[in-house]
């Protein structure tokens, strides 16, 4: 998928929301040091620098090379083109080594991976026994648009790619081999609130940064349809004004399982 994202690198920069930083709060307190935390499938940073404000070091890395052109900036965070034909021996060395990694995150993104390649990365870089890794999605779940965001699930699912089977099946599928601390476990994410704050326009904007639908474009549909589109305002309300949204994301954390 980094095909489709390369050529909306800066769009994706500029519509995605952020996460609440809450989260990162509660993932640096589960972790006894705070050294070095790794975000594996940046994108244009978004976690990254959220992170940042917690570790001493982030390595963001991320197979898309202009995604990472348009990283946000920041002192802390590090970020590093990881091509597909890496090898896992070469990951773990670019990333510190044996136990040099005190949190992984993969934010929206873990889906996309070769999941056996990650996890076996993972486990090799997390400190021993009390690092942590966690992942997360959110997708078309949002309060108060039901309606209208069933017709964008609908419409997207002919260009959906095998990738977007485990966000679309909310992580509940996703193999997570790590044990629980707390916070969701294989096959029981957590749900969580993301509350943002946006006019309509830019909330379909964010939307369009999806990849079925830049997939879509690629092949000359517009899959955000007038009726789509009509279904929303009249849910939306007001559609001149910003409003406060929640999609509901999806969490699972971990930590390597004992010997």
Do not use: C
Request: proline share 6%.
């Amino acid at each position: 998928m980094a095909g489709v994202y390369d050529n909306n690198a800066e769009k994706y920069a500029q519509k995605r929301p952020r996460y609440p930083k809450e989260w990162f709060s509660m993932l640096a307190s589960l972790t006894p040091e705070h050294k070095v935390a790794w975000d594996a499938g940046t994108g244009t940073g978004q976690a990254a620098i959220s992170v940042a404000e917690h570790y001493d070091q982030v390595i963001a890395t991320d197979v898309s090379a202009p995604q990472l052109e348009h990283g946000a900036k920041h002192p802390k965070v590090r970020y590093v083109h990881t091509p597909i034909s890496m090898s896992e021996d070469e990951f773990v060395a670019m990333l510190g080594g044996e136990n040099s990694i005190d949190l992984i995150i993969s934010a929206t993104a873990v889906h996309w991976f070769d999941l056996p390649f990650f996890y076996s990365v993972a486990n090799r870089v997390l400190k021993k026994p009390h690092g942590i890794i966690a992942v997360w999605t959110y997708i078309y779940d949002m309060r108060g648009l039901e309606k209208s965001m069933k017709m964008v699930h609908d419409a997207v699912l002919p260009y959906s790619d095998p990738g977007n089977y485990h966000a679309f099946e909310r992580y509940k599928k996703l193999p997570f081999p790590f044990e629980s601390v707390g916070y969701g476990s294989e096959g029981s994410p957590i749900e969580l609130d993301m509350e943002i704050e946006m006019s309509l326009d830019e909330f379909v904007e964010s939307l369009k940064t999806g990849s079925p639908f830049l997939k879509a474009k690629e092949q000359g549909v517009e899959l955000f349809s007038d009726e789509i589109l009509e279904e929303m305002k009249r849910e939306w309300g007001d559609n001149t004004g910003r409003r406060k949204l929640y999609y509901i994301a999806y969490m699972l954390v971990g930590k390597p399982k004992s010997d």
